[in-house]
């Protein structure tokens, strides 16, 4: 996340997150394997109380993820993965670590949905 961890310097280059430019990067495995999954973990930002303003890091970081959905969205209409998933994980902040397990019981709807359809993926003719 820009401007909450630093970057990195590495072989003369400067690293951040992949997410600044490719948040969930199926692309880059075109032409390369039959099949790619694509597991989009974005959440969607709700505010706690209805009507709410966000704070600043709350807009700044809500910026990024409106950019990230876009190019996303970009992305999928030009060349979707064969499956893709994105659970719907709400009420999440990038820093909230200590609320995976959280985020996994969000996540559990999708699952039942994505193992299906994966099944049916690999045991296609």
Known sequence: IPGVFAPVGKEGRVLVDGGVV???PWDTLAGLCDATVAVDVSPRRRPEVAGALPNALDAV???FDILADRVTAMKM???PPTLYLRP???RVQP???DKVEGVFAQAQPSMAQFRADLGRMLTAD
Request: hydrophobic share 55%; aromatic share 6%; charged share 15%.
């Open 22 to 24: 490719n948040n969930v």
């Open 77 to 79: 209409a030009a060349s």
């Open 61 to 63: 970081v809500g910026m």
């Open 95 to 97: 820093l909230d670590f």
């Open 88 to 90: 719907s994980i709400e």
